[in-house]
C-alpha cells in the first residue's frame, strides 16, 4: 500500500500510514478537520490563560512545581524553559525513522484537538515531517511516564529553532538553520504548547507500531525456514494437517500449519520416505511443533497490534482539553493519568518474550541439520570435505548467541520502576526501555532466521544430490533467491560473515517472503 503523503484528521492514523511516514518518508498534511478542532481547542486554552483562577499547565509549573502559579507575562519563559530543560537525552542517536514515527504521532494527538495547542504550531511540526526535517533525539531520557518526555522535548526544541537536526539528506544541521533552507520559521511556544508537545506515549508507540510490521514479515519468513528444515531433515509434514490443528484452534497456529503445508505441497523431498513403511510420526518437537511455537507468536502479535490500535485512537496529553459548546467557557482544562505507557509497554515486553522463543526453537532445527547422529545421512556441519571443511558449525554459534542475546532481552523493562520529579512520578512505565530493547530483538530474530535459512538451503542442495529430486516450488524458491542474494551453494569452506549478512538482509527486506510468495502465493 502506496501513500506519498498521509493526511492527520482529527481520527486515528493507520499502522500503514505511521510506518509510510516513518519508514518511507511520505509527506504529511493536516487535515481541514484538525485544523477546526484545533483552533476550538486554543480559544478553552486562551480563554483560562485570561482567567484569575490558576490552571495547570496554562498558568502554573509542572510536574512537582505544579503549586507555583505563573504570572502572565513568564507563560512564554515557562513553555520555553519546560523544552530546553527536559531536552535532557544522552547516547546515541536513535533512527530517523523512530524519530519520524514520534514526530507523526504527536502531531496525531495535537490533530485531535485535545491538546490547546495554537494551528500554526501543529502546522510546523507537519511540514518539518513534510521537508524530511528529524531532530536528533537520544537513546536514553525516558522513562515511559508523563510519556516520552526526553525524546518528545528535543523534538520540541527543534520547532522553536534551537538544537539540532538531520536535514532530508541526512546531514546534521542546527535547527534554526535547516528550517531556514526549507522557507520554515521556528515558533514562540505559547501557554500549554511546551508541555502539549512533549507528554506522550508516541516513541514507544511509534515503535511499536514498526515492530509489529517486522515481526509480521519475520513470523512469516520463519514459517518458510522452518518448512526448508522440516523438508531438508525428512520429516512428516502429516503433523500440519488442518484436522490435528483444528483440535486445539488458536489462529495463529492455524495460519502458521496452513503456510506449512503449502510451502511443502507435493514436495518430491516428502514423497520420496513416504509410504506405508514411512516411520516419520515423532519428529523431534523443533520440527513437529513448529507451528505451536510460531503460531502463539503470531497470537502475540495480534495481540500487540489490538493494543496499539486502542493507542492510536488516543489523545495523549495532560491536562487535556475538553471542549463543551455547551459550557459558556466553551469547555475545560482537566488533569489525567493517560500518559502512562503500561499498556504499550507490556505488550512491548510480550513481543520480545514470543521473538526470543520463536528464535530458539529456530536454533534448535539448525543445530539438528549439522550433527550426524540426528540429520539423516547428511554430512557432519553440511561441510563439503568433514575434517578438512568445518562447513556451517559456526554459523550454528553465531546463531546459538543470538539467541543467548535474544534471552536476555526478553527479561521485561516494564517491571521496573524508578521514581522522579521529587515522588511525584513516583511509578513510571519504562515503556521507552522497552520499545529500544525490542528493535535489537528485531534485529537479532531476523539474522537468526536467516541463519536457519541459508543452512536449510545447503541441506536441500545436498539433498538433491543424495536423492536426485528436487524440493517443493515454495523452498525452490527460497533457496533461489538466497543464491540471488549471494549466498552460494554446498562447497569448501568460504569466508561466511559476508553470506550470513547477504542472508540477513534479503530476510529483513522482505525478499525472501516475496520470492516464495511470487511462486506458491500469499501465505498468511
Known amino acids: 500500500m502506496s501513500f506519498p503523503q498521509v493526511v492527520v484528521g482529527t481520527g486515528p492514523l493507520s499502522p500503514e500510514e505511521v510506518v509510510a511516514v516513518a519508514r518511507h518518508g511520505a509527506g504529511v498534511h493536516l487535515g481541514d478537520d484538525a485544523l477546526a478542532a484545533i483552533d476550538r481547542a486554543r480559544a478553552v486554552v486562551e480563554g483560562l490563560a485570561a482567567a484569575p483562577t490558576p490552571s495547570y499547565g496554562v498558568s502554573t509549573g509542572f510536574g512537582a512545581l505544579a503549586t507555583r502559579h505563573i504570572p502572565a507575562g513568564q507563560r512564554r ?4 524553559s519546560l523544552v530546553r530543560s527536559h531536552a535532557a537525552g544522552t547516547g546515541p542517536e ?14 496525531s494527538t495535537l490533530a485531535t484537538g485535545r491538546t490547546g495547542v495554537r494551528r500554526g504550531t501543529a502546522v510546523l511540526l507537519a511540514a518539518m515531517l513534510d521537508a524530511g526535517i528529524t531532530p536528533v533525539v537520544h537513546e536514553f531520557g525516558s522513562l515511559g511516564c508523563s510519556g516520552d518526555l526526553a525524546p518528545l522535548s528535543h523534538c520540541a526544541l527543534a520547532l522553536m529553532g534551537e538544537g539540532d537536526v538531520r536535514d532530508a539528506a541526512g546531514v546534521l544541521r542546527p535547527a534554526a538553520e535547516a528550517l531556514a533552507a526549507a522557507g520554515l520559521a521556528p515558533v514562540e511556544l505559547a501557554e500549554k504548547e511546551g508541555l502539549a508537545l512533549v507528554n506522550g506515549t508516541d516513541g514507544m508507540l511509534g515503535m511499536l507500531v514498526l515492530a509489529i510490521a517486522d515481526l509480521r514479515m519475520l513470523l512469516a519468513s520463519a514459517d518458510v525456514a522452518a518448512a526448508m528444515s522440516v523438508e531438508a531433515q525428512l520429516g512428516t509434514d502429516r503433523v500440519f494437517a488442518a484436522d490435528l490443528q483444528a483440535l486445539r484452534p488458536h489462529p495463529g497456529q492455524g ?30 518437537y523443533s520440527l513437529r511443533c513448529s507451528p505451536q511455537v510460531h503460531g502463539a507468536a503470531r497470537d502475540t502479535v495480534d495481540h500487540a497490534a489490538l493494543v496499539a490500535s486502542r493507542e492510536l485512537a488516543s ?31 507490556y505488550v512491548l515486553d510480550f513481543l520480545a518474550i514470543a521473538a526470543a522463543d520463536v528464535a530458539g526453537i529456530s536454533e534448535r532445527r539448525t543445530d539438528r541439520f549439522l550433527d550426524r547422529a540426528r540429520n539423516h545421512g547428511l554430512p557432519p556441519f553440511l561441510a563439503h570435505d568433514p575434517g578438512v571443511d568445518s562447513g556451517l558449525m559456526i554459523a550454528q554459534y553465531t546463531q546459538a548467541a543470538l539467541v543467548s542475546e535474544l534471552k536476555r532481552l526478553a527479561v521485561p523493562a516494564s517491571v521496573d520502576s524508578i521514581p522522579s520529579s521529587a515522588m511525584q512520578e ?10 529500544r530493547k525490542l528493535r535489537r ?11 536457519e535459512a541459508m543452512t536449510g538451503a545447503r541441506a536441500l542442495d545436498l539433498r538433491a544430490a543424495e536423492l536426485g529430486v528436487g524440493p517443493a516450488r515454495g523452498t525452490a524458491a527460497a533457496v533461489a533467491a538466497l543464491r540471488a542474494a549471494g549466498v552460494p551453494g554446498p562447497g569448501p569452506d568460504r569466508h561466511l560473515a559476508p553470506e550470513i549478512e547477504a542472508a540477513a538482509g534479503v530476510v529483513a527486506s522482505g525478499g525472501l517472503l516475496t520470492a516464495v510468495q511470487q511462486e506458491i502465493g500469499e501465505l498468511a
Do not use: K, Y
Open 255 to 284: 495460519a502458521s500449519a496452513a503456510n506449512l503445508r503449502r510451502l511443502l505441497a507435493d514436495s518430491p523431498v516428502v514423497a520420496s520416505h513416504r509410504g506405508p513403511d514411512c516411520n516419520r510420526v515423532q519428529d523431534a
Open 315 to 345: 489523545a495523549i496529553d495532560n491536562p487535556v482539553v475538553l471542549v463543551d459548546p455547551g459550557d459558556p467557557d466553551g469547555g475545560r482544562v482537566e488533569s489525567n493519568g493517560n500518559f502512562h505507557g503500561a499498556p504499550v509497554a
Open 94 to 107: 536513535v533512527e530517523r525513522e523512530v524519530t519520524r514515527a514520534l514526530m507523526l504521532l504527536r502531531l
Open 426 to 435: 513516583d511509578h513510571v512505565s519504562m515503556g521507552w526501555s522497552a520499545a
Open 77 to 80: 519563559d515557562l513553555q520555553r
Open 441 to 451: 530483538v528485531v534485529d537479532a530474530l531476523t539474522r537468526v532466521v536467516a541463519i
